[in-house]
């Protein structure tokens, strides 16, 4: 049964937690010295602490309602993996020189596409879409690019060549242009393309595959999610500590360094992790992923954004095109909301016994004596 407050408490709870997914990420790769594949690691602990050891312990010691299933285990790691590799399409487009401006904006706009297409083709409900449902998507992507296009932007910081002199400045100009030039050049744009249709396939597949592992294994909350933790585990930890020992980087850090960047990273993972929970917990609750996830995709850079405004002091620069892409997204999320497809209602069995019909015409030798 649908129980709508309850759906829509967890969804702004993983909206909530994703929003902070990212400023947690970026302070605990700056203290890594900028080491994107080792902030990825501390994520994928966080994930392994929270979604699967507090589950394991909770599972052994009382009971839950559920069960497993190879199905719903194959489908929920399945589920994880591309949660993660989503998150990898991410930090690689951003580590191939991809702007954050044009970056989050296409994986945010585009996942409540795909996720929409899975889940219909997954349910073969195609024909119950209505083109209102499909104007709340496009509300809620517009919505959330509108946001963070029109993000106010941090306040300049003052440079050593405005007080030197005119020769030093021109100088400096120069300089500044070959760097942006040797920045260019180390541009890779297919690897960036690349690298925003993985998130955005994966992420758009993720709620739908999740919701069907929940459900092969009846309705369960914390196994599905223990599934997804070690997913992580394996997508964010295990594979990059292989990565980094055949091919370490240059990053040099002491262990105060590592120690503090891998706490932040650890922060954001938990975050992760807890969004992940919530949206469980919304299908849990008759939540179904063709609205659920739209709307967690669509707030979610809304959170991002004013939070880190909160952080940079920057709350009274908002714009009236910021509040103008608040409204469309609310105003989106809610035709997504009235507009989403029903499942179609199944027959309920009946209690009376079948009735055994005669033939309606016997033969005139079975009328006898």
């Not at 599972?59 to 990898?88: D, I, M, P, R």
């Not at 922060?267 to 939540?287: E, K, M, Q």
Request: charged residues 10%; contains cysteine; proline residues 6%.
């Amino acid at each position: 049964m649908l129980k709508l407050p309850l759906v829509l408490l967890f969804t702004a709870m993983t909206a909530i937690f994703w929003g902070v997914y990212g400023i947690l990420l970026h302070q605990g790769t700056e203290r890594l010295g900028h080491s994107s594949i080792r902030a990825f690691i501390g994520v994928g602990i966080a994930y392994f602490l929270i979604a699967v050891l507090v589950p394991v312990g909770v599972l052994s010691s009382k009971k839950e309602k559920g069960f497993w299933s190879l199905g719903g285990t194959l489908l929920s790691l399945f589920a994880g993996t591309v949660g993660a590799l989503g998150a990898l399409g991410v930090i690689l487009a951003v580590a191939f020189k991809g702007q954050p401006i044009y970056v989050m904006p296409i994986v945010f706009g585009c996942a409540p596409v795909v996720n929409t297409l899975v889940t219909s083709w997954l349910n073969k409900s195609f024909s119950q879409i209505k083109p209102l449902f499909i104007l709340g998507l496009v509300l809620v992507a517009v919505g959330a690019v509108g946001v963070l296009i029109n993000k106010p932007a941090a306040p300049a910081k003052a440079t050593a060549a405005s007080t030197e002199t005119a020769a030093s400045t021109e100088t400096a100009a120069s300089n500044n242009k070959k760097e942006e030039q040797v920045a260019r050049a180390a541009i890779n744009p297919v690897a960036i393309g690349l690298s925003i249709c993985l998130a955005v396939v994966c992420w758009g597949a993720y709620g739908p595959f999740l919701h069907m592992g929940q459900m092969k294994m009846g309705g369960s909350r914390l196994r599905p999610f223990c599934c997804v933790g070690i997913a992580y585990f394996i997508i964010a930890v295990a594979v990059p500590v292989m990565i980094l020992r055949v091919a370490p980087d240059d990053v040099k850090l002491d262990w105060g360094q590592i120690s503090n960047g891998l706490m932040w990273s650890i922060f954001a993972g938990s975050a992760g992790a807890i969004g992940a929970l919530g949206i469980i917990l919304a299908f849990n609750y008759g939540g179904k992923p063709i609205f659920v996830m739209p709307l967690v995709f669509g707030f979610a850079p809304v959170i991002n954004t004013l939070t880190s405004m909160f952080v940079g002091g920057s709350l009274d620069k908002i714009s009236s095109y910021f509040i103008g892409s608040m409204l469309i997204g609310i105003g989106g999320a809610v035709t997504v909301l009235v507009f989403a497809p029903k499942a179609k209602p199944h027959a309920a069995p009946s209690s009376e016994p079948k009735k055994v019909e005669l033939p309606s015409t016997v033969s005139a030798g079975s009328t006898g004596s």
